[in-house]
Nanobody
Framework: QVQLVESGGGVAQPGGSLRLSCAAS????????MSWARQAPGKGLEWVSG????????YYADSVKGRFTISRDNAKNTVYLQMNSLKPEDTALYFC?????????????????WGQGTQVTVSS
């Protein structure tokens, strides 16, 4: 059974940092692209970042580019999102998602499994 479990969320001050982790199981992790998306209350899903199966290419939304870094450790079946210089507008529920292919597409239909989400709150 495919399972994605996010962790690392919490409360941070503006300008602070958090590192999210997504532990994957139930599939051959190293052969699939992975993504992070987020949803603020009452708002739609926003694609935050994605990474190819081998880590050879990455995607970042303009809103987080230069502040967030996606990475993966295929030996540990884990994908990470390092979030620096956090802003209040980063407050959201962050989801890890499995892509359908080895390359990344920032589209809901191109992902077939999702984690439960981890909450990130940026507030002073």
């Amino acid at each position: 059974q495919v399972q994605l479990v996010e962790s690392g969320g919490g409360v941070a001050q503006p300008g602070g940092s958090l590192r999210l982790s997504c532990a994957a199981s139930g599939f051959t992790f190293k052969t699939y692209a992975m993504s992070w998306a987020r949803q603020a209350p009452g708002k739609g899903l926003e694609w935050v970042s994605g990474i190819y199966s081998d880590g050879s290419d990455t995607y970042y939304a303009d809103s987080v580019k230069g502040r967030f870094t996606i990475s993966r450790d295929n030996a540990k079946n884990t994908v990470y999102l390092q979030m620096n210089s956090l802003k209040p507008e980063d407050t959201a529920l962050y989801f890890c998602a499995k892509g359908r292919y080895s390359i990344y597409y920032n589209d809901y239909d191109e992902h077939d499994y999702w984690g439960q989400g981890t909450q990130v709150t940026v507030s002073s």
